[in-house]
């Protein structure tokens, strides 16, 4: 089993659901172990980009759950801009059944089915 450090981006304000189900059926489903560093505050004041900077340095990887308004979320923009210019990998994750778009400038995006989330994580794990 590998070991992840994932953070995970999310419409702080709209998705807290998605972010509490994608752990909570992580624990049952993942085969790797999830570790837990996404903020718990909104966007935007300094300190917060400061921690978000500091969190993001130091995973592995960037899961974005896309919801309904994450393309329009200034916390998920400033995230996932950090998480490029340091070179991290990003993955989208969209529920199933749901027409969501996600970023149009982050082109990896997946169906939440924990078979296709846990293919594309260890792809990811053999090549760090």
């Known amino acids: 089993m590998s070991y992840l450090r994932i953070f995970v981006s999310?419409?702080?304000?709209?998705?807290?659901?998605l972010r509490n189900n994608f752990y909570r059926q992580g624990k049952e489903h993942s085969a790797h172990i999830i570790h837990d560093s996404s903020l718990r505050q909104s966007y935007p004041s300094e300190e917060w980009k400061a921690r978000a900077r500091y969190a993001i340095r130091g995973c592995d990887v960037v899961v974005v759950l896309v919801g309904t308004d994450t393309h329009n979320?200034?916390?998920?923009?400033?995230?996932?801009?950090?998480?490029?210019?340091?070179?991290?990998?990003?993955?989208q994750v969209v529920p199933q059944g749901r027409p969501y778009q996600g970023l149009p400038y982050i082109e990896e995006r997946v169906r939440w089915r924990w078979t296709t989330i846990n293919r594309r994580l260890h792809e990811i794990a053999r090549c760090l």
Do not use: H, S, W, Y
């Open 10 to 17: 999310f419409e702080f304000d709209k998705d807290n659901d």
């Open 73 to 91: 979320a200034p916390g998920v923009r400033t995230e996932t801009e950090m998480a490029r210019q340091m070179g991290k990998p990003i993955l």
